[in-house]
C-alpha cells in the first residue's frame, strides 16, 4: 500500500497561483502512476494531471494544460501540482491519486487516495 497526504489549497484570487504537494509513504512509491484530480459540487470526478511511473512525462486536461505543471520528487517521496493563472471554474478539492503501474482516466482505476486539499478561486 502507499498512504497519501495532501496540502496547499487555500482562497486565492483570479490569476494567482498555489502549489499543491501529496507527500507518499510506502518504499515502492516509485512504481506507482500518481494523477491529480479535482470535484466540483454536483460535478464529476476528473482527472487534471498525470505523471508516469518511471519517468517524468506528464499529461494534462485541456482545461489546465498551459497553466499547471505536475513533478514528482523521489527523494522527498512527494509529488507536486504547480497552478498558475488561476480561475474560478478551478474552484474544487484536489485529490492526489496512486495505482501500481499504469491507470487512465477513470477514478475507478486509482486504489490509493488523499484526503483531498480545497482550492478556491474567488475575486
Known amino acids: 500500500q502507499v498512504q497519501l497526504v495532501e496540502s496547499g489549497g487555500g482562497l486565492v484570487q483570479p490569476g494567482e497561483s498555489l502549489r499543491l504537494s501529496c507527500v507518499a509513504s510506502?518504499?515502492?512509491?516509485?512504481?506507482?502512476?500518481v494523477a491529480w484530480f479535482r470535484q466540483a459540487p454536483g460535478k464529476k470526478r476528473e482527472r487534471v494531471s498525470y505523471i508516469n511511473s518511471s519517468d517524468d512525462n506528464t499529461l494534462y486536461a485541456d482545461s489546465v494544460k498551459g497553466r499547471f505543471t505536475m513533478s514528482r520528487d523521489l527523494t522527498k517521496n512527494t509529488v507536486y501540482l504547480q497552478m498558475n493563472d488561476l480561475k474560478p471554474e478551478d474552484t474544487a478539492t484536489y485529490y492526489c491519486?496512486?495505482?501500481?503501474?499504469?491507470?487512465?482516466?477513470?477514478?475507478?482505476?486509482?486504489?490509493?487516495w488523499g484526503q483531498g486539499t480545497q482550492v478556491t478561486v474567488s475575486s
Open positions: 510506502g518504499s515502492r512509491f516509485p512504481y506507482y502512476a
Open positions: 491519486a496512486a495505482e501500481f503501474g499504469i491507470a487512465g482516466l477513470d477514478p475507478k482505476e486509482y486504489d490509493y
